[in-house]
């Protein structure tokens, strides 16, 4: 059972007996989760709560049709990849055909193996080293991947690595300047990185990015820098990642999220939702890429392109194609965008809403216009306390992240208003205040920020919209 804020968990003095202190939780008083279904999570105690959160189950928790799909299979034949058999090669001919720009499939069991695979073929096709990658950027945990993690720009600590600032028009590099001209502001800062790499004799292999930039915080990007970026990464001879871990599978209310920013990748990784709970991720890209890399590395990955991973692959795209789960996430995703909009200048310190389909972002700022961590922060465990579960985001972890399975249902998006109205007006429910995370080591401090002027002070309230969606 679950503890109360005097009473241990002793589910809890077990975990960190069985897993070691320091295993992150995202709540003071954990949740104690033991039921899904759709975008319903259900609590040890009985409670319900609205997952607005998980990308992961794209499809819903606990899809009858995946479950279904995952015990026939495994129930049939499990083996790994190197026998002759259907559903693995079935599933790379689907996803290549989907993604339109890639031939075949190099699949493995998680984001990060996944990039670090992409990172191998762009330099072993190019014969470079070098990475460019966004600052406050994460694609992943293992030494290779990991060093790509929050990176400042212009840092020089890994020879072969470096980030540039992420394009965004809320906090431009260049404050005088917007669109275009912006975009080549941040292009330039991608050509000086690409040459300091040359210079440092590392070469240049890969410009790597998620096209929406989901844990720089959904940022608006300058109209263009996808395109030009694109143009220059090509014209220094490097190749372009396209990192669809979270922007893909349908997010966005359009398959990839490449096509939502007008990116044309070379080399595409997908992951977390693609088995919507079973560990699989692939690499993708022209079949000459592939051929490349299989023939420089011999790569084999125990659980990969299996049989289990094949068909609970199709099933999952099977799924989002015939329930039109990316049109509901384009169609509710924009409805409340525009309703989450509609509170900018009525709520004090929401200072921005953006985001595509069903992945949103809400930034709150302080009275100067900086960012206001501790609202973001504090307004997550009000909506726990009203059953919406969620997080925060961003690169200065101020933004309240909307991010639910693409199966969310409309009337719970409408209850979302209604407790997000609740959450900023009234904050934490008296009763829910033993829940209260704790602050520290959530947050980062809250930086100056470096990009030119803050987002100006909503000052003038503006009526709220009657209950909108
Ligand atoms: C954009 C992005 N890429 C890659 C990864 C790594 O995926 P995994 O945790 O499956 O290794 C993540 C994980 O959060 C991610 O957000």
Not at 165 to 182: D, H, Q, S, V
Not at 317 to 344: M, P, T, W
Not at 360 to 379: C, N, R, S, Y
Request: net charge positive.
């Amino acid at each position: 059972m679950t503890g109360t804020s005097k009473t241990p968990d002793p589910l809890l003095e077990r975990r960190e007996r069985a897993f070691g202190k320091g295993a992150k939780l995202f709540y003071d008083t954990p949740l104690h989760l033991v039921r899904g279904e759709g975008a319903h999570l259900f609590a040890a105690d009985g409670r319900r709560y609205v997952d607005m959160y998980n990308n992961v189950p794209c499809v819903g928790h606990a899809h009858p049709r995946i479950v279904e799909a995952m015990a026939r299979q495994q129930a049939t034949l499990n083996t790994h990849s190197r026998y002759l058999s259907e559903p693995a090669i079935a599933l790379a001919e689907r996803l290549t055909a989907l993604q339109r720009v890639t031939e075949s499939a190099i699949f493995s069991c998680s984001g990060t193996e996944a990039i670090e695979v992409a990172i191998r073929i762009a330099r072993i096709a190019t014969g470079a080293k070098g990475i460019v990658c966004t600052d406050h950027t994460y694609h992943g945990n293992n030494t290779l991947v990991g060093a790509l993690t929050n990176l400042p720009a212009g840092d020089t600590r890994h020879t072969d690595v470096r980030s540039i600032p992420f394009p965004e028009t809320l906090r431009p590099i260049a404050p005088n300047l917007t669109g275009e001209a912006l975009a080549d502001a941040y292009v330039a800062r991608l050509c000086a990185a690409i040459e300091d790499l040359k210079a440092a004799g590392a070469g240049f292999a890969a410009l790597i990015l998620c096209p929406i930039l989901a844990n720089e915080g959904l940022p608006d990007i300058p109209s263009g820098f996808m395109a030009k970026a694109a143009q220059a990464v090509h014209a220094a001879g490097g190749l372009i990642i396209a990192d669809e871990v979270q922007a893909g599978y349908g997010r966005t209310g359009q398959w990839w999220g490449y096509d939502a920013v007008g990116l044309v990748p070379d080399i595409v990784v997908t992951g977390k939702p693609m088995g919507a709970g079973l560990p699989l991720a692939a690499t993708t890209a022209r079949r000459d890429l592939v051929e490349g890399f299989r023939a420089e590395t011999r790569y084999f990955n125990t659980f990969a392109a299996s049989p289990l991973q094949g068909a609970v692959g199709l099933a999952v795209i099977d799924v989002l194609e015939s329930e039109g789960l990316i049109e509901n996430a384009r169609v509710l995703g924009a409805e409340l965008k525009a309703a989450l909009k509609q509170r900018l200048g009525h709520w004090p310190g929401l200072a921005d809403v953006r985001g595509t389909g069903l992945f949103l972002a809400a930034e709150f700022v302080g009275d100067e216009g900086e960012p206001d961590t501790a609202k973001a922060f504090d307004l997550v465990c009000a909506l726990r306390d009203r059953g919406f579960l969620t997080s925060i985001d961003g690169a200065f972890n101020n933004c309240v992240k909307i991010r639910p399975p693409l199966a969310l249902q409309r009337e719970d998006g409408l209850a979302y208003l209604d407790a997000f109205d609740a959450s900023v007006a009234h904050g934490r429910r008296p009763a829910d205040r033993s829940l209260c995370p704790r602050r520290r080591g959530r947050t980062r401090a809250i930086r100056p920020c470096r990009r030119g002027p803050q987002p100006h002070r909503q000052k003038r309230k503006r009526r709220l919209p009657h209950r909108s969606l």
